[in-house]
């Protein structure tokens, strides 16, 4: 059991970050979950906050109360984000912006204001969530893929900022999980992108958990700044 | 309710107090207003000045519930910087709130 320690995930009310919280939760972690809807997940060591991960006022609410209820964070997830498939020649310009906002500001947001707790105690563990469709160039995910490779570069560019704190970052690049991201997409589309994985087949969520518990772990300090891609990409 | 430049002023010298706490005595600052923070003549090193701007911000939040960002685009287009020493950035924080909160 993991007592004491504290973890921030974004985007639980579904999905992976459901999984994460009931997940971390389960291990005795103090969880701190937050989305812009309610959460079903009703154990104690859970607190849920209704936030807009773009919003950077109750982002900072998020920080205030884990300073003073906790004094510590061990672990954020960068979870939250957003999909959309579309030719450039018909994406909008509004999609550009909240695919953007949602999956490279928030993740910025959160990952700064966990900087500054991580920094004060030397520890920290950060994992932001990204996709093979980075290294995949995917046809039709161009604005997609272009949020996620920005959530890797400054990934690493955050590595070297922190390691002198103790604190890793580190990305995932996720393939295809059964969630509500890639409900509307249609099913050649998906068996077309895991015809191109080494392992074809859809990430389960325990291969998540696998990884991000070795990646927090404390005999993991000396790996940061890296992206482990799903799948054999 | 208005927070008065004292309860400000006390807050940057608990600050100091906390980044001092990782440096040695010969390069501690010094708790009064005439202490430099920024430029040639300042004991802080750039990463030393981040981790103080960062102290100052979460303790206003946490003691005075004052949600102010010391690195907004306002304080850095001032003439004079707000960090060049504890009075200025004192001065700086005090009449900003004055600005955020009407009497």
Redesign the interface.
């Known amino acids: 059991m993991e007592l004491n320690k504290t973890i921030l995930i974004t985007g639980t009310s579904k999905g992976i970050g459901r999984y994460l919280s009931e997940y971390y939760a389960g291990k005795g972690f103090n969880v701190i979950g937050c989305s812009r809807s309610k959460s079903d997940l009703t154990v104690e060591n859970y607190h849920h906050f209704l936030t807009d991960v773009t919003d950077e006022?109750k982002v900072?609410e998020i920080f205030?109360f884990i300073?003073?209820k906790f004094s510590r964070l061990d672990v954020l997830i960068n979870n939250a984000g957003i999909a959309s498939m579309n030719h450039v020649m018909l994406t909008p310009i509004k999609s550009v912006e909240k695919i953007f906002s949602v999956n490279f500001t928030g993740m910025f947001l959160f990952c700064r204001e966990a900087s500054?707790i991580m920094?004060k105690q030397k520890f920290g563990r950060i994992i932001n969530l990204s996709s093979v469709a980075v290294k995949l160039d995917l046809e039709g995910e161009a604005v997609y893929a272009a949020s996620k490779s920005a959530v890797v570069s400054f990934t690493k560019v955050l590595s070297k900022e922190l390691s002198?704190f103790g604190i890793t970052v580190n990305s995932i690049g996720l393939t295809p999980v059964k969630t509500d991201l890639i409900k509307g997409v249609p099913e050649e589309k998906i068996n077309s992108l895991l015809d191109k994985l080494t392992l074809k087949k859809f990430t389960e969520l325990r291969d998540i958990s696998n990884l991000t518990d070795f990646l927090i772990g404390e005999e993991s300090s000396f790996i940061t700044g890296q992206n482990i891609n799903f799948g054999g990409v | 309710m208005k927070i008065s430049a004292d309860q400000i002023r006390e807050i940057i010298y608990e600050s100091i107090n906390e980044i001092n706490s990782f440096f040695n005595k010969d390069k501690q600052l010094g708790i009064k207003e005439e202490t430099v923070l920024y430029g040639q003549d300042s004991r802080l090193d750039s990463l030393g000045l981040v981790n103080l701007i960062v102290e100052v911000e979460q303790r206003l939040t946490d003691k005075l519930n004052l949600n102010i960002d010391l690195t907004d685009e306002k304080a850095l287009s001032q003439n004079q910087s707000p960090f060049l020493t504890v009075k200025s950035l004192c001065d700086y924080i005090y009449n900003h709130q004055n600005q955020q909160t009407p009497e």
């Open positions: 006022t900072k205030t300073r003073k500054k920094s002198e």
